[in-house]
C-alpha cells in the first residue's frame, strides 16, 4: 500500500526548533512536490510551504517565511519541513502531502489528491 509516514514533532518551547520528516512507503520522492500545511484547533487547515519535484519554493506563507525550510534528501526517500524561532501561535497538527510533479509545476494545495501523512502534533509553549 502506497502512503506516506510522519514522523517528528512533539513539545519544544519558544525560539526553539524541530524538524518533522515525511517518508513515503512503497514509492520514492522521485518526481513529486512536497507540501505541508498545519490546523490549529478551531481552525481551517492552512498551506504554509510547497516545493516542486525540482525543490524549488512554489509556496511559502507569511507566517513562516525566513523560519521554516522545506527540502527533500539527495536519494528522494524523505521530505523534511525544518523549523526555527518556533512561536506558540505556531501550535498546530502539522500534515505533508505528496503529489505527481514530473515537469516541476506543481504546487500542492490542501486539496491534493496526492498522499497525505497522517498528522504530527507541534506543540510550541514554555
Known amino acids: 500500500q502506497l502512503q506516506i509516514v510522519q514522523s517528528g514533532g512533539g513539545l519544544v518551547q519558544p525560539g526553539g526548533s524541530l524538524t518533522l520528516s515525511c517518508a513515503p512507503s512503497?514509492?520514492?520522492?522521485?518526481?513529486?512536490?512536497i507540501g505541508w500545511f498545519r490546523q490549529a484547533p478551531g481552525k481551517e487547515r492552512e498551506g504554509i510551504l510547497s516545493?516542486?519535484?525540482?525543490?524549488?519554493?512554489?509556496y511559502a506563507s507569511d507566517a513562516v517565511k525566513g523560519r521554516f525550510t522545506a527540502s527533500k534528501d539527495s536519494a528522494q526517500t524523505t521530505a523534511y519541513l525544518q523549523m526555527t524561532r518556533l512561536k506558540p501561535e505556531d501550535t498546530a497538527i502539522y500534515y505533508c502531502a505528496a503529489e505527481f510533479d514530473r515537469l516541476g509545476t506543481v504546487n500542492v494545495t490542501a486539496q491534493s489528491r496526492g498522499y497525505w501523512g497522517q498528522g504530527t502534533q507541534v506543540t510550541v509553549s514554555s
Open positions: 512503497g514509492f520514492s520522492l522521485d518526481y513529486y512536490a
Open positions: 516545493i516542486n519535484s525540482a525543490d524549488v519554493v512554489t
